[in-house]
């Protein structure tokens, strides 16, 4: 069956800080990747998806990157927090049909910037 | 904006009690589909429903979908306390490749 970690749990950054989530899918290959963000109250954000190594499609223009160096590894990346970057990062991956298929999520990363 | 609207925001029931959440969307699509998410937690999928049905059913859930009025609509039949949760609807809307989330309603069912 096929997994979804992502690390860490929790994390309080300072402003200006750089920043590094990883996401790992286990168990299927090719899968399309996306990093979203849900701030309190909202709705999901899509920041970033990637249908294969090295594909990166960005959604929002902002001070955060992402990288695939692996068919099954997503990587969000921040060079220097901003406070308005606080929030629920959540990884998820799908079959390559994209939005066909459901959406599996990780259990997400609560990132406070102070 | 493309984002579809669930409602109610916020939905308080007993347990037994039925509950139903609303999702509007504004542009044709490929499909829907509803997920769940714990207090802290992903996102769980829990049903997709294409453009062409307008039912589906997973044990105490069904779907509908109205595309002439560009609603779908979730029922959940005799609601029980570990249903509380918030839901969220995502449009595939048609010659997009990723889904939109709308903000989601909250249920609490209280034993």
């Known amino acids: 069956s096929q997994t979804i970690h992502q690390w860490p749990a929790t994390l309080v950054q300072p402003v200006g800080s750089p920043l590094s989530l990883e996401c790992t899918v286990e168990?299927?290959?090719?899968?399309?990747l996306y990093w979203y963000r849900q701030a309190a109250g909202r709705g999901l954000q899509l920041l970033f998806y990637s249908v294969g190594i090295g594909q990166i499609s960005s959604e929002v223009p902002q001070n955060l990157s992402a990288s695939r160096p692996q068919d099954r590894q997503f990587i969000l990346s921040s060079k220097k927090l901003l406070l308005s970057d606080s929030g629920f990062y959540l990884c998820?991956?799908?079959?390559?049909?994209?939005?066909?298929?459901?959406?599996?999520f990780g259990n997400g990363t609560r990132l406070t910037v102070t | 904006s493309q984002q579809g609207e669930e409602d109610p925001q916020a939905l308080s029931i007993q347990e037994g009690e039925n509950a139903t959440m609303n999702c509007s969307y504004k542009?044709?699509?490929?499909?829907l589909q509803w997920y769940r998410q714990n207090s802290g937690r992903g996102l769980v999928h829990l049903i997709l429903i294409r453009s062409n049905e307008r039912e589906k059913h997973s044990g105490r859930l069904r779907v509908t979908l109205d595309t002439s009025k560009k609603s779908s609509s979730l029922l959940i039949t005799a609601s029980r306390a570990a249903d509380t949760a918030s839901y969220f609807c995502?449009?595939?809307?048609?010659?997009?490749?990723?889904?939109?989330f709308g903000k989601g309603t909250m249920l609490l069912v209280s034993p």
């Open positions: 168990g299927t290959s090719n899968p399309n």
């Open positions: 995502a449009t595939a809307y048609s010659g997009y490749s990723t889904l939109t």
């Open positions: 542009t044709s699509i490929n499909n």
């Open positions: 998820a991956w799908t079959r390559t049909e994209g939005y066909n298929s459901p959406l599996h």
